[in-house]
């Protein structure tokens, strides 16, 4: 198998090259350091997959040159300088990476949120700046028993919310796309009436910047707010109306704001600066070490899925609208297509059938569920002929049939997907969920309840229960030089026992002969995510 090329045309953390680099299947080519030109004219014609930061256009010259790439993924969030557009008519997926500074844009938050009710930053340049030791002129409040309103409860927005109940602040959430169970199971108060969130002490936004979110709040919505209001925006530029919140902020409406993004950046004469009731920073949300590591990795592992063709986490681009679907849905379609991939790797056999099932509120996006699953399953024997826009129309020349099926949620799961896959051997079936958002799981393959992460080299050793088999099985791996990873193990009714084994290496021929040989043995297969 020839290797995938990936080139990373800005600089990113070490701990995201290293991931490249230790990938037997890329050639990574670090190309950070390289004069721009160069990097346009020899080097991206050579890219399969392309990582960019914001020193990397992704422009008419960018494009002309890239004949081989499938794929460009952002490392960050901001896709301000790719021409998406463009990119789709060539067919290269756009993708980002929006959660790795998660934990830095929530405690970002909660630091504007402080500075507010402290004045902190005032205080701190009346002394340090200016020598005065005044405590008289800086008098707060407190969190303790405020009413905080978070629109948008995603990601960040829910992690806001549980640290701010730490304060003992009242909570109340407000995103009219997630199961209310997700903030009230955490003790928040949830509605779906947005006036409600106006009658907050303290309002933070945390929602993508878009069609029905730009301007989200503005003269109006300020006007009915409780006077002394305090607005924290760490989301998106343009979400606060800046003419309306520079003018309840200068007759006192809102008694402060925390501002760290603006509609145009970077921003260094907008009037808000010069009001002494901001606190503003230059867009910093995802400015932490840790973070920045995070998103490396993130953006290695993506570029790494994109390039073998696994899937596509975190699409702009691709003809269903990811982008445009409710945060909680995205995970699902990874992992659908991911159980697609996997089930195809296990028969190694003609498809006759794909039925996707979906359970939960997740089950209202079946029929994208239905195109990322198309494309899982048929990459194993199509590779680059298959693709999101094509899948179906593939499936129905191979005379493949694609089923969906809404089932009634009594799994114990919040939400539930999985596959059941015909093929000229036999059936196979695969469920997963996601736990915290982004933690994906499987958890169950045909009768067998496991929890295996979908993740690296896996050995599925099916077997009569009897003792000894998973020293036997351990054994034999590890003569063969292979270090294991994670080692799950599920029964079924009939006195039957499938492990699953994640392995460090090439699986092979001989490694499955001999587990074959084994006196237990019923079946045994292995796969790569």
């Given at each position: 198998m020839s290797k995938k090329t990936i080139v990373v045309c800005d600089h990113i953390h070490k701990d995201g090259l290293d991931i490249l680099a230790r990938d037997n299947e890329i050639k990574l080519i670090n190309a950070a350091d390289e004069p721009k030109d160069k990097l346009i004219s020899d080097i991206i014609p050579l890219a399969d997959v392309a990582i960019t930061r914001s020193s990397t256009d992704v422009d008419d010259a960018f494009l002309k040159s890239a004949q081989k790439i499938k794929a460009v993924v952002r490392a960050g969030v901001g896709v301000d300088n790719v021409d998406i557009p463009a990119s789709s008519k060539q067919g290269i997926v756009i993708m980002n990476v929006p959660t790795a500074n998660t934990i830095a844009a929530v405690e970002l938050t909660?630091?504007?949120?402080?500075?507010?009710v402290r004045t902190f930053p005032y205080a701190h340049n009346n002394l340090k700046l200016d020598r005065v030791w005044r405590r008289q002129d800086w008098y707060g409040t407190e969190l303790k028993d405020k009413k905080l309103g978070i629109i948008g409860f995603g990601n960040i927005g829910s992690r806001v919310g549980i640290r701010a109940k730490a304060f003992e602040m009242d909570v109340l959430a407000y995103d009219p796309y997630i199961d209310p169970a997700k903030a009230t199971d955490l003790d928040i108060g949830y509605t779906k009436n947005f006036e409600d969130i106006l009658a907050c002490d303290i309002i933070t936004i945390h929602t993508p910047k878009n069609a029905e979110t730009i301007g989200m709040?503005?003269?109006?919505?300020?006007?009915?707010?409780?006077?002394?209001?305090?607005?924290?925006?760490?989301?998106?530029?343009g979400l606060y109306d800046?003419?309306?919140?520079?003018?309840?902020?200068t007759h006192g409406k809102i008694a402060m704001a925390g501002i760290d993004v603006f509609n145009k950046e970077p921003s260094i004469d907008h009037p808000l600066l010069d009001l002494d009731n901001v606190t503003v920073t230059p867009h910093l949300g995802a400015n932490t070490k840790e973070s920045q590591k995070n998103i490396a990795i993130q953006a290695a592992e993506n570029a790494i899925a994109a390039a073998k063709g696994i899937s596509y986490p975190n699409a702009l681009n691709l003809p269903i609208k990811e982008n445009e679907l409710p945060d909680f849905v995205r995970p699902y379609l990874e992992l659908i297509q991911k159980i697609g991939h996997l089930s195809a790797q296990i028969t190694k056999s003609a498809v006759k059938s794909i039925k996707v099932m979906a359970a939960g509120p997740v089950a209202q996006h079946i029929e994208s569920m239905g195109t990322f699953a198309t494309v899982g399953v048929l990459t194993e024997s199509l590779?680059?002929?298959?693709?999101?826009?094509?899948?179906?129309?593939?499936?129905q020349e191979r005379a493949i049939e694609i089923a969906k099926e809404v089932k009634p949620n009594n799994s114990g799961f919040t939400n539930k997907v999985g596959i059941k896959l015909t093929t000229a051997d036999g059936t196979i079936s695969i469920a997963g969920t996601v736990f915290d958002?982004?933690?994906?799981?499987?958890?169950?393959?045909?009768?067998?309840?496991?929890?295996?992460?979908p993740k690296g080299t896996m050995i599925f050793f099916r077997n009569n229960d009897t003792p000894g088999v998973i020293g036997d099985v351990g054994k034999i791996i590890a003569e063969n030089g292979l270090n294991i990873s994670d080692f799950r193990l599920g029964r079924d009714f009939n006195e039957q026992a499938l492990a699953v084994v994640r392995v460090d290496g090439i699986v092979t021929k001989k490694i499955l002969d001999e587990l074959s040989s084994l006196e237990a043995f019923i079946s045994v297969s292995h796969a790569s995510i």
């Open positions: 909660m630091t504007h949120m402080l500075s507010c709040i503005g003269k109006d919505e300020i006007a009915k707010m409780k006077d002394g209001v305090i607005l924290i925006n760490c989301a998106r530029g800046e003419d309306a919140l520079l003018e309840g902020l590779g680059d002929q298959v693709n999101y826009v094509n899948a179906e129309f593939v499936a958002d982004t933690v994906q799981r499987i958890i169950e393959i045909d009768d067998y309840i496991l929890d295996v992460e």
